[in-house]
């Protein structure tokens, strides 16, 4: 299997606190990895030590096959990175600060700003100055920017933080069309699961440090079952129900009033039936599936926000 | 490294801070201009009229100069731009020499440009002739100027990569303008001021080579300091 970025026991420890813990990432060719963790979960830390920000405690890298054993090793003419929030020098324009990367990545071309600016969109706003750009024109120069050098894996850390939903989902088809179109890697980090779900086709899930799994997307659908979702007034009366004049036992109450049923799935109308005869009020009843959002939550073991 | 030297001239296109150099340049000269246009005093000497711009030029040097040097290192951080800047193909060292040019640059123009300036107003108000031995005279004196300044850059460096800001540099500049001597009366600074005046062959003569010696160990000594800070220091998000 090729790897295009692939981590081992990768550590990061702050005196008593370890913020990442023999973490274990493999990410292949042209895949888009959903690298996905609460708030404070460890994904920049770990992003910052692949891209040698930070200084791993103990662990090593290897990036296009070949093991990095410090900053000076990192590839970086191959990568196009936006570290949580895009930095750019305020009083030089957009076209300025594209310019300045070229300069510094070495790119002989001065026709490769122009090209990333139209990828981004950005070309109308070309010398306007940073500091007065929107912070959806921010994040998208942080793309273009990362998109300059023409780089194999794109590693964006939370690249729709402030975004509103209009740019999230421009942002989301932008990334999917450089992976298909270009056959860019991409590395995305995120604590948003709808975005993650949408976007990727690998997913890990990094919790408190530690990386808890590592799977395909469809694998996860695969896993997860359907199941008949009932919204009750009363879900201590249908529950018992349930038990005793339908005989189902694979159930549980997923929040107060709204019940999960896993089995039995096409006998949903007597289901009903049953309930409404023991004077339960029934006020939904659907087939539905766990979501990435139930499997994250049964892995981090209900942590509220992913 | 010429890559990232004048990658590091490019980020200050625009920037008022350039604007620093010309002041720095010009105050005294135009001070000096302005109080010899509303003066009925007789023309002063040359000697009088290098020596009192030179100073004032020296008075405010460390602040000025702790701004230009501090906010060349400290807008990395304050803009956030330290996430991108180290993930260039080039070692932190390299940048790290890109600044220091910069700043040594920006410092040697002033110097220089404050020279000119001065010798420029002189030949409007001084009706002395000027000679040839006070032409390079003076010249050295700046040039003695610079090189004391230039001494103190890898500590603004090194204070302005601690406190992530431009600011720790110029707080460190006045606690060095404003500390009292270790007489009494008078800064410590007035003293190094005075030393710096006999160097450049103005009042009591002063031996250059305690003077050399002494600027070339602060500036090894925080070069090393901030090189091994720069190179080691994790980038978080803070940062």
Known sequence: MEYILQTRR???????????????????????????????????????????????????????GREVNGRRQIPFERIGSIIEFPG????????????????????????????????????????????????????????????????????????????DPNGIMEIRKLLRELAEQRGITILVSSHILSEVEQLAN??????????LKEMRLDEIREKNRHY???????????????????????????????????????????????????????????????????????????ASHA | MHRVIAAEFYKLKHSRIAWAVWFGALLPALLYSAVRLFSDADPPAWDAWFGSQYSVLLIFSPTLFSIIAGYIFGREFMHKTMNSLFTYPYSRIHFLVGKWTVAVAFIVCTCLLAFLANLLSGFLFVDEALKRTQISAFLYAYLIMAVAVVAVVPLWTFVSIVGK????????????????????????????????????????????????????????????????????????SGS
């Open chain 1, 88 to 163: 750019f020098y305020p009083n030089l324009s957009v076209y300025e600060n594209l310019e300045l990367h070229r300069r510094l990545m070495g790119v002989p071309e001065p026709g490769a700003v122009w090209a990333s600016l139209e990828l981004v969109g950005l070309v109308d706003v070309r010398d306007r100055k940073f500091h007065k750009l929107s912070l959806g024109m921010k994040q998208r120069l942080g793309i273009a920017r990362a998109l300059l050098h023409n780089p194999e894996l794109l590693i964006l850390d939370e690249p729709t933080n402030g975004l």
């Open chain 1, 202 to 211: 690998r997913i890990g899930i990094i919790h408190r440090g530690k990386l």
């Open chain 1, 10 to 64: 990768l550590t990061k420890r702050y005196r008593d606190v370890t913020a990442v813990d023999q973490v274990e990432l493999h990410i292949r060719k042209g895949d888009i990895y959903g690298f996905l963790g609460q708030n404070g979960a460890g994904k920049t830390t770990t992003i910052r030590m692949i891209t040698g920000l930070i200084q791993p405690t103990s662990g090593s890298i290897e990036m296009f």
């Open chain 2, 165 to 236: 800001s431009f600011v720790p540099a110029v707080v460190i500049s006045l606690v060095i303008v404003c500390l009292p001597g270790p007489i009494g009366g008078g800064s410590a600074y007035s003293d190094i001021v005075r030393y710096v005046l006999g160097i450049a062959g103005y009042g009591e003569p002063v031996n250059a080579g305690w003077f050399m010696f002494s600027a070339a160990g602060l500036f090894l000594l925080f070069m090393l300091l901030s090189a091994v800070l720069y190179v080691r220091m994790d980038v978080h």
């Open chain 1, 228 to 302: 008949l979702q009932i919204r009750t007034g009363d879900d201590r009366k249908a529950a018992f129900v349930l038990e005793q004049q339908c005989g189902i036992r694979d159930y549980r109450i997923h929040e107060p009033g709204m019940i999960r049923v896993y089995e039995q799935l096409g006998e949903s109308g007597r289901i009903n039936t049953a309930l409404v005869r023991a004077g339960v009020e029934v006020a939904e009843l659907s087939i539905r599936r766990d979501t990435l959002e139930d499997y994250f939550l049964k892995l981090t073991g209900g």
